[in-house]
């Protein structure tokens, strides 16, 4: 019997090194691996310029207090005697699917079942909702008695631009016309 084979295997298989080679497998295609199986990033909301609008001269610029909003103005008690009131300002794209949505909201957050709103042009379209009542729509500071909700959509080319003007009935009823000023001219070229 031949025993040069048997050497042969016998000292293959006791080799030295008792670690098993790693399995061949076949390299990651481009595009494969841990970093494609993250879900994909959410696309950013395409940038729009500001609609131009001219507030009255006496109502403050503040930064928003919200990623959400646009601008954000303090607006001053004419007569000094209680507080100031916010506007706010709102695109949510070139849709106007949400206009009735938030004319429902606005209603609501006054507690108004049935919100009359005023059509008028101006530079744009505007639809305007004039509310009175209980502003329950700041969660942080809570009910607010004696308030008015001063809001309006205007359709600008771009899409609805939200406005919406809330804070003390008193602080706020002084600043209806210009208000409605301010928005017939906003949306101009």
Known sequence: MNKLPIALLLLVS???DPTPPPPKVAPEAPGSGPAMMMPPERPARPAVDLIKFEPPKDWVKEEPSSNM???????????KKGKDAQLALF???????MLQDNIK???SQMGADDPKAEVMQGACKITLVDLKGTYTGDAQAGPQENSRLLAAVVEAAD?????KL??????VGPWRDAF???LK???AK
């Open 14 to 16: 006791c080799s030295p």
């Open 69 to 79: 909003r646009k601008a954000q103005y303090r607006i001053p008690d004419k007569e």
């Open 91 to 97: 695109y949510f794209g070139p849709n106007n699917e």
């Open 105 to 107: 909201r606005w209603a």
């Open 159 to 163: 899409g609805p631009w939200y406005f």
């Open 166 to 171: 809330v804070g003390p009935a008193e602080t």
């Open 180 to 182: 409605v000023t301010m």
């Open 185 to 187: 001219g906003a949306g």
